[in-house]
């Protein structure tokens, strides 16, 4: 198996084929994030450490500038946006490089 990690992104159909392997029930959690922004690349580690830790969820890494198109589907209006999907559906979002949010979130979803 492969070794859980962030994957990133580059196209939409790399993006629509990494969001549509989730099963039933999985949870996706996409991180908006752009190559300027300083708060995303302060969370990038943890994102990562986050992936390591659960592999039951899959992480995706979205660049607003790379993909303008899925940013605005989504409405993100600022960086980072951490936006929690299951069975294709928004559960939940998190705005901004908030650490101790987004743990609790993410090992509460993995439960």
């Known amino acids: 198996m492969a070794t859980p990690e962030v994957i ?14 989730a099963t039933p029930g999985q949870v996706v959690v996409i991180d908006f994030t752009a190559s300027w922004c300083g708060p995303c690349r302060f969370i990038a580690p943890l994102l990562t450490e986050l992936a390591k830790k659960h592999p039951q969820i899959i992480f995706l890494k979205v660049d607003v500038d790379q993909l303008k198109q899925v940013s605005a589907d ?16 928004e559960i939940h979002r998190i705005v901004g490089a908030r650490k101790e949010e987004l743990q609790a979130k993410i090992t509460e979803l993995a439960a």
């Open 74 to 89: 989504y409405k993100v209006e600022a960086m980072p946006t951490f936006v929690f999907l299951k069975d294709g559906k």
């Open 8 to 21: 990133a992104c580059q196209t939409v159909e790399q993006f629509e084929e990494q969001k549509n392997k």
